[in-house]
Each structure stands twice: as C-alpha cells, then as structure tokens.
C-alpha cells in the first residue's frame, strides 16, 4: 500500500467537490420523484377525462334516441331542381338560411326609406 500525503487545501477541495455533487444527485432524485408524482397525477386526470367523455357520449347517444328525428334532409331530397324556377319562389326561400331572407328584408326596408327621402326632397 501507498500512502499520498494530502495538503489541507487539497482535502478541503475534495470534500467540496464530493458534498457538491451529493447535492446535485439528490436534487436530482428530489426532481425525479416531483416527475413520477406529476405522470401519475397526469394519467389519473387522463383516465377521468376518458370516463368523463365516455359518459358525455352515453348521455348524448340517449339524448339522441330520445329527441324527435327530423325529416328536412328527406325534404329537400324530394324537391326536384327543375320545380325551382327562380330565387323569388317560395321554394327556394324555404331553403335559404333565416339571416340571408333577414339582410334581403333590411335592404328592402333601406330601399323603401331611401325612396321616402328622394319624395321629400323632391316637394321641397
């Protein structure tokens, strides 16, 4: 056996370095354990949103079955393109979406005031 004489500055190095890094590996194990508790909280809200899915999909297949079903797509089926004759008919009215046959009313009623002021104007 050897023996290595050590000066006190180079044990006091040594001893900092070894404290050094047993701080560093168990800081290490400390942000280890904080992962594994922050994954297994992750698949516990994983699971209960699945469940929570699940059962919105349950509700909503039986709120599905008991709602009444609708027959516009069988009508719109059975109108034929050659009984549309114009965009002014009654049946493609039916067909347009509520907000566009309100903006055509607004225009209308633009037009109608527009038409009040030029009568005004024009008895002046």
Known sequence: MEFVKLTSA???YTEKSLLEVQAQF???????SNYH???DEELKLKLALRNKIEES?????SLDKSL?????KDNI?????SEVKSPSSPMYES???????QEETKEQK??????????????L
Request: net charge positive; hydrophobic share 35%; proline share 4%.
């Open 68 to 72: 009444p079903k609708s027959h516009f």
């Open 10 to 12: 180079e044990k006091t």
């Open 37 to 39: 508790n922050q994954r």
């Open 57 to 61: 999909k349950e509700f909503l297949e």
């Open 110 to 123: 633009l037009q109608r005031e527009l038409a009040e002021i030029k009568r005004k104007l024009s008895r």
């Open 26 to 32: 168990i800081s290490v194990l400390q942000h280890l």
């Open 77 to 81: 089926e059975k109108i034929k393109i």
């Open 95 to 101: 067909l347009l979406p509520t907000k566009i046959i």
